[in-house]
């Protein structure tokens, strides 16, 4: 199994534990202070999906991203999982799209 493929697999099923333990540790907090369940739920919820969008963004931003270079264009793209060939390709892409996003001047 490729690294990048492993990586790829275990990512979120780390994730997935580690939320459902924040989930967990701060459900059992709230229930020691006796909570209303529906209160306690909706928090464990809230810090699950809190600690997964922290680990999934710290995961995109390890990743490549490759920025039209024109002024006012917001063109870009992020590349993961991909070889020396790929990525090079992309970067051109990026250097050379067909069509500029120049947000319009006010
Ligand atoms: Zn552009």
Not at 9 to 31: D, E, I, N, V, Y
Not at 42 to 58: K, W
Not at 64 to 78: H, K, L, N, Q
């Amino acid at each position: 199994m490729k690294k990048s493929t492993l990586s790829a697999c275990l990512l979120p099923a780390a994730t997935f534990l580690l939320a459902g333990a924040a989930a967990w540790r701060t459900a059992s907090t709230l229930a020691a202070y006796q909570v209303p369940l529906p209160m306690t739920l909706v928090c464990a919820f809230g810090v699950a999906v809190l600690f997964a969008s922290v680990v999934v963004a710290v995961s995109e931003a390890s990743r490549p991203v490759f920025r039209c270079r024109a002024e006012g264009c917001t063109y870009r793209v992020r590349v993961s999982h991909a070889d020396a060939a790929e990525v090079r390709r992309w970067q051109e892409s990026a250097a050379a799209h067909p069509d500029h996003e120049v947000p319009a001047r006010s």
